[in-house]
């Protein structure tokens, strides 16, 4: 298969907090892919910009270091990266004051694309868009590149909101949910949108339920109390898996074109039902092999904050009502893994003796580790012994099918940032959907802090709560085993 790169048109991008934890880890990183990639034009400049002293220089060595502890050797090398670095420069800003914005509005150019990536705290946002209006350093085709998290609530999601509308339209804002930079959270699209073969059965007479599982080995030690202040719900379930779930349970969009996909999904968050308080359960992990509990990595032994949950959530429309998606994540289980199962329903009539043998179908789309779809068919058991059936997999790893290209799966920002350059925002969130998913989210949340529900422990290194199971069980179903 030939890698086709569309190349971008020439920018200035101004990473502001360019010296933080998520420019070292994963801008930077992602850009120089980009640029041994072929994207990047030779007139490309990536500006650095926080409060620290720093020369070009400086701030050239502290993006290698970066490169060279977050990309393996084999994604890098002597050329490219001396390349890429000379396209570095460095200004010292302040965000809430007035130091070193005449320096940034000189070192932008006239003629080229200015995006602006806020990768500072969300405190700071109305400051920079105010500095950047002020100083006349972004025009009406700039852009801006926001991160998670997007408000805590819907308030502060609608006040955020407003604060960046005072000097940007939405066609300016890329909200990024890095999920959906995923190859293959696009691939879903794909994979019902240009095939005829599952879409005609893509509704509630023929799938039974849906399971979103994202499932992390690691705790919240280093940030926990960070963490602490928003839970699994806030942090996984309001953006991630609702992003998820709006790509399985959308209509077909009429194009592949932002507003239009954006507006199916925003009509499947606002169809989504309210959730009872029995069809959620909550957790935090214990203490065990030698590692501390929840509480001790939160430093808060009163905390009520979840490190897991589980849910089942209804949608109210003619395609889903009845097909209920059951939304699971957490934090010290027994394996990290995020994939996405549909379960079909049975046969309406079985003509074989022995349906003992016979299992539903299942459409499992993996999204890590190993990417890939593997589609769960009955067939014949081998031998003489009559008709017995069996399952087993039509299973396809994106990696083996799709050769080097596939083994060599791009991180979701390197897609993202480059789609900020392009101008196009379909993999980006738009206003009215966040604030939609937190209008559902806040009744759940509110709902379990005015009752003072405590989360359920459970042990790490399992499949979390044993409640969590109940929440199937007691529909007659049960949770596929978390693995990788
Ligand atoms: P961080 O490590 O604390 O870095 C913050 C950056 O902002 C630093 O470069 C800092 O440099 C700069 N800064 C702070 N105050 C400033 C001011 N007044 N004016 C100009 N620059 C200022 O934070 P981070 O982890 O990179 O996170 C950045 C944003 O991304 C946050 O909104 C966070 O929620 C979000 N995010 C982060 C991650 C992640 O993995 N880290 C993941 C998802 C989302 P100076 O102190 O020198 O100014």
């Given at each position: ?8 048109d020439?920018?200035?991008l101004?990473i ?16 120089y892919r ?20 720093m020369t ?8 290698r ?8 050797e ?5 050329v ?34 200015r ?16 500095r ?11 852009r801006?590149?926001v ?6 609530n ?8 407003a ?9 300016q ?10 190859e ?8 019902r949108f ?18 979103i599982t994202v ?10 109390a ?17 992003q ?9 969009p009429?194009?592949f ?5 954006r507006?199916?999904k925003?009509?499947?968050?606002r169809?989504?039902e ?7 359960v909550?957790?935090?992990y ?33 395609r ?7 939304l699971?994540t957490g934090?010290?289980l027994?394996a ?5 199962a549909?379960?079909?329903?049975q ?22 580790p ?5 589609m ?18 039509l299973?396809?790893s ?19 940032i480059?789609?900020v ?5 379909t ?15 806040d ?10 529900d ?7 290194g399992?499949?979390?709560p ?8 007691r ?10």
């Open positions: 298969m030939v890698s086709r790169t569309i190349p971008v020439p920018f200035d101004v502001f907090g360019g010296t933080g934890d998520l420019a070292r880890r994963k801008i930077l990183p992602s850009l980009r640029h041994v990639g072929g994207q990047m034009p030779a007139e490309a400049r990536i500006i650095g910009a926080a409060r620290g002293e070009d220089e400086d701030f050239r060595a502290f993006t270091e970066a490169i060279e502890e977050f990309l393996p084999t994604k890098r090398d002597t490219t990266l001396d390349e890429f670095l000379a396209k570095l420069r460095y200004v010292r800003v302040d965000a809430v004051g007035q130091d070193g914005w005449s320096d940034l509005r000189d070192l932008v150019r006239p003629g080229v694309i995006a602006f990536y806020f990768s500072v705290a969300p405190s700071l946002f109305g400051a920079l868009a105010e950047l209006h002020e100083h006349g350093i972004a025009d009406a085709e700039s801006i590149v991160e998670k998290p997007f408000g805590k819907l308030k502060t999601a609608r006040d955020l909101n604060v960046l509308a005072e000097h940007f339209s939405e066609q804002i890329y909200r990024i949910d890095h999920y959906l930079g995923k293959t959270v696009q691939n879903l699209m794909a994979v240009a095939n005829i073969l599952f879409e005609p059965l893509w509704k509630t007479e023929y799938i039974d339920h849906v399971q499932a992390e080995t690691v705790g919240v030690n280093g940030r926990g960070y963490y602490d202040k928003s839970g699994a719900m806030r942090d996984m379930v309001q953006n991630h898996m609702m998820l779930l709006c790509l399985i349970a959308m209509e077909p009429y194009h074109d932002p507003d239009a996909v507006d199916e925003l009509k499947v968050i169809a989504l309210p959730v009872a308080p029995e069809d959620i909550r957790g935090q214990r203490a065990g092999g030698g590692r501390p509990g929840y509480l001790e990595d939160a430093e808060n032994p009163e905390s009520r904050t979840e490190s897991y949950i589980a849910l089942k959530v209804g949608i109210a429309n003619w889903w009502k009845g097909t209920p998606f059951y699971r934090k010290r027994k990290r893994t995020s994939e996405i549909i379960t079909f329903r046969p309406p009539h079985s003509i074989f003796d022995h349906p003992e043998g016979w299992r539903e179908n299942v459409l499992v789309i993996r999204l890590q190993n990417e890939g779809m593997n769960m068919v009955m067939i014949k058991e081998p031998g003489p012994g009559g008709m017995r059936l069996a399952q087993v997999p299973d396809m994106f990696a083996e099918a799709l050769g080097e290209e596939g083994a060599d799966i791009p991180d979701a920002y390197e897609r993202l480059m789609d350059i392009r101008g196009n925002q993999l980006f969130m738009r206003g009215d959907e966040v604030e939609a998913a937190w209008a559902w989210a009744p759940i949340i509110e709902g379990w802090e005015a009752r003072g405590r989360p359920h422990s459970y042990e790490p399992t499949s979390g044993e409640d969590a199971l109940m929440l199937l069980h529909d007659g179903r049960r949770w596929r085993e978390i693995r990788e």
